[in-house]
């Protein structure tokens, strides 16, 4: 019933760009914090952007600082994360990722299947 489902993610060449989907099925988005996590190969998973429940609030690492954009559409119910002058690093599988943000929801952490994503020329 509860389901993350990344789309968007491919091959491109250094410097282009790309823009990933996380559509959210059987709960609202609107009552949870958002974030994008990558995960290289041989590295551990790190958060890359983050959006919190009201969309008013952001945080990025700064790798990708001035690079990418989270945003989110909860009529839709959908989290987007725009990725601008990518870079070979920038190379990983990437998550969506769902955080309760509210007492009724405290605990709950939802993770979708990942997209691959890799930079390369």
């Known amino acids: 019933q509860v389901q993350l489902v990344e789309s968007g993610g491919g091959l491109v060449q250094p410097g282009g760009s790309l823009r990933l989907s996380c559509l959210a099925s059987?709960?609202?988005?609107?009552?949870?914090?958002m974030s994008w996590y990558r995960q290289a190969p041989g590295k551990e998973r790190e958060l890359v952007a983050l959006?919190?429940?009201?969309?008013?609030?952001?945080n990025y690492a700064d790798s990708v600082k001035g690079r990418f954009t989270i945003s989110r559409d909860n009529a839709k119910n959908t989290v987007y994360l725009q990725m601008n002058s990518l870079k070979p690093e920038d190379t990983a599988v990437y998550y969506c990722?769902?955080?309760?943000?509210?007492?009724?929801?405290?605990?709950?952490?939802?993770w979708g299947q990942g997209t691959q994503v890799t930079v390369s020329s």
């Open positions: 990722n769902a955080r309760g943000s509210s007492f009724i929801n405290r605990g709950v952490n939802y």
């Open positions: 059987g709960f609202t988005v609107s009552v949870y914090h």
């Open positions: 959006i919190a429940n009201t969309g008013s609030s952001t």
